[in-house]
């Protein structure tokens, strides 16, 4: 099964927590802060959303950083993806 997200929707998934801090401390599982940074999976067509004309800006395949409690999180085939609006990604990192 594939995603194909509508509008200015963008499908993102989730890039793996850390299992270590930088100091070398390894965090149990429940510690772990869920990341904010995921790989575009597929992006929506853009358009006309409430009147105004949206260009996607984000490509599929490039990491970007999004609001920490942005979007609706997906099941599908055993994977985990989640499905923002474009405002909801902050940057993308290079």
């Given at each position: 099964?594939k995603?194909?997200p509508?509008?200015?929707?963008v499908?993102?998934?989730q890039l793996?927590?850390?299992?270590?801090?930088?100091?070398?401390?390894?965090l149990?599982?429940?510690?772990?802060?869920?990341?904010q940074?995921?790989?575009v999976?597929?992006?929506?067509?853009?358009?006309?959303?409430?009147g105004?004309?949206?260009?996607m800006?984000?490509?599929?395949?490039e990491?970007v950083i999004y609001?920490?409690?942005?979007g609706?999180?997906v099941?599908?085939d055993?994977?985990?993806?989640?499905?923002?609006?474009?405002?909801d990604i902050?940057?993308v990192v290079?």
């Amino acid at each position: 099964m594939k995603l194909v997200p509508l509008a200015d929707r963008v499908v993102l998934k989730q890039l793996e927590a850390e299992d270590t801090t930088k100091s070398g401390i390894v965090l149990p599982g429940k510690e772990k802060e869920k990341p904010q940074q995921a790989e575009v999976i597929a992006v929506g067509p853009g358009g006309t959303v409430d009147g105004k004309v949206i260009k996607m800006e984000v490509k599929k395949g490039e990491t970007v950083i999004y609001s920490k409690y942005a979007g609706t999180e997906v099941k599908l085939d055993e994977e985990t993806f989640i499905i923002v609006k474009q405002s909801d990604i902050l940057a993308v990192v290079k």
